[in-house]
């Protein structure tokens, strides 16, 4: 079955920069589409980022010009580099994967910006 399992998460100071990964497993990785997600507290869910399986790649307008989606199909793996942290950046971020009708998320992994 298709597993996306998301890591890098934490505390992280305002002005600070994480790395998130999301491995994927049990799917043809490089033919889907993949994003970032991001969840806060009493709020929808919203796109970060996304990906497409040819590599064009789209971001939310609060993270623009701070954030940076990539993806290594080698190694089954999404990543958003996130730089500039706000505390409105404070939210369990998800990792999905996306084709046609199919669409998989991760179980999240939660970022916190607060100094």
Not at 23 to 38: D, K, V
Not at 65 to 85: E, P
Request: charged share 15%; with cysteine.
């Amino acid at each position: 079955q298709v597993q996306l399992v998301e890591t890098g998460g934490g505390l992280v100071q305002p002005g600070g920069s994480l790395r998130l990964s999301c491995a994927a497993s049990g799917m043809s990785f490089s033919i889907y589409a993949m994003g970032w997600y991001r969840q806060a507290p009493g709020k929808e869910r919203e796109l970060v980022a996304s990906i497409t399986s040819g590599g064009g790649t789209n971001y939310a307008d609060n993270v623009k010009g701070r954030a940076t989606i990539s993806r290594d199909n080698a190694k089954n793996t999404v990543y958003l580099q996130m730089n500039s942290l706000k505390a409105e950046d404070t939210a369990v971020y998800y990792c999905n994967a996306k084709r046609a009708m199919h669409a998989y998320w991760g179980q999240g992994t939660q970022v916190t910006v607060s100094s």
